[in-house]
């Protein structure tokens, strides 16, 4: 089993900053891509930034320039560093990984993590 634990919400006024953390642990050979995604109240999920196991990097034109997301293989953690926060992100942000549980199979599988609040408000 694979869990991912998402860190690093709350609340900000516009204009500020938030390093959301995501820690990957449990039955884990490998890790592919890992990224974030957010979902606002009555609006579908959607990819905020993704980057794969050499730091190529993709984001969505809403926060380019804006967020900043890295990874630490060392410690399967992925890092979406968010500056000049505006109100429209307000969301609830959701980690994602494709991780490879064992040796045994090449087979990736897509984990989620629970989710965690982003309000941007004065």
């Known amino acids: 089993q694979v869990q991912l634990v998402e860190s690093g919400g709350g609340l900000v006024q516009p204009g500020g900053s938030l390093r959301l953390s995501c820690a990957a642990s449990g039955s884990i050979f490998s890790i592919g891509y890992m990224g974030w995604y957010r979902q606002a109240p009555g609006k579908e999920r959607e990819l905020v930034a993704q980057i794969s196991t050499t730091s190529i990097t993709n984001y969505a034109d809403s926060v380019q320039g804006r967020f900043t997301i890295s990874r630490d293989n060392a410690k399967n953690t992925v890092y979406l560093h968010m500056n000049s926060l505006k109100p429209e992100d307000t969301a609830v942000y959701y980690c994602?990984?494709?991780?490879?549980?064992?040796?045994?199979?090449?087979?990736?599988?897509?984990?989620w993590g629970q989710g965690t609040q982003v309000t941007v408000s004065s």
């Open positions: 994602n990984a494709a991780v490879r549980p064992s040796v045994v199979s090449h087979r990736f599988y897509d984990y």
